[in-house]
């Protein structure tokens, strides 16, 4: 079944499209690593919020994302931007649009 | 910019798989409202609460897609099976993976 992930980060004051640009750099990749969704957004009410939806073909693609270069490139040049305040809440995608090969739509 | 939203609502005990075949039966009318994401989850820590992670063209084309005949119908159907525990956020888009026509990937 596909792996749902939903997390957020705080940037520090003034550097979240900084660390946006980080996170969007390497779709490609996370394409090829079996990720179908990875949603960026910010909200008006909280300019330091980043907030990100991922669909990956299962929970082991996406803890096996985490081992790749870039990727793990991408946490070290991103971290000192970032506060530390960080959640993170996972679950099994059932069904959708856009959910990658899931048999639905 | 793309408009993403993030749904939780919990079913009455042994309902919530009923809510979600309810979700899913419209997904063709939900593309062609302008969703490029819907993602009905579950999560095996608690099996009675259903989350949605959707991204739409814009926020005017999620309200919109709120007042389909069958978008009405389906609501009406589903809510005698929830509890009324209903959470919801909303945010912007502002790239990544499988999110439409965002000019990103």
Redesign the interface.
Known sequence: MAF?Y?ASMRAQPGKRDDV?KIL?SG??G??QAG??????????EDPDMI???E?WESAEHHTASLQLPETKAAIATAMPMLTGEFTA????????????GLG??
Do not use: F, M
């Open positions: 749902g939903a946006i969007l779709l490609d996370l394409r990720c179908s969704v990875y949603a960026v957004s910010v909200e008006d907030r990100i939806y669909v809440r996972h679950g099994t995608v059932v069904g959708g649009l856009g959910v990658g639905v739509a």
